[in-house]
Nanobody, 124 residues
Framework: QVRLVESGGGLVQAGGSLRLSCSTSTRASSILSMGWFRQVPGKERQFVAGIRRSSGSTDYDPTVKNRFTIGRGATRNTVYLDMNSLKPDDTAVYYC?????????????????WGQGTQVTVSP
């Protein structure tokens, strides 16, 4: 069983920055892609960004493109999300997601593994 663990959430003022990190358990060599979703109470989970682990190719939601950067971490099973120029609308619980067979893309929420989520709060 692959387990995802997120870290790095917190409270930041508008215009500030945060880095989220996600690490997988050691038995995660078959992971094809990883990414991030976010969710606010009463709304569906929203795609934020995705990355293919082998090629490093990325995809972003238009609302975060040019502000957020997803990348592969220093270790094989880690992915990060650098969030800059944060806005109050970015406030949400952010979830790390991974899949063994398909890329993380908008419009799809069925993936193999999900983390527990980390809260990001952006104050005005």
């Amino acid at each position: 069983q692959v387990r995802l663990v997120e870290s790095g959430g917190g409270l930041v003022q508008a215009g500030g920055s945060l880095r989220l990190s996600c690490s997988t358990s050691t038995r995660a060599s078959s992971i094809l892609s990883m990414g991030w979703f976010r969710q606010v109470p009463g709304k569906e989970r929203q795609f934020v960004a995705g990355i293919r682990r082998s090629s490093g190719s990325t995809d972003y939601d238009p609302t975060v493109k040019n502000r957020f950067t997803i990348g592969r971490g220093a270790t094989r099973n880690t992915v990060y999300l650098d969030m800059n120029s944060l806005k109050p609308d970015d406030t949400a619980v952010y979830y790390c997601v991974a899949d063994a067979a398909k890329p993380i893309t908008p419009g799809d929420v069925v993936y193999d593994y999900w983390g527990q989520g980390t809260q990001v709060t952006v104050s005005p």
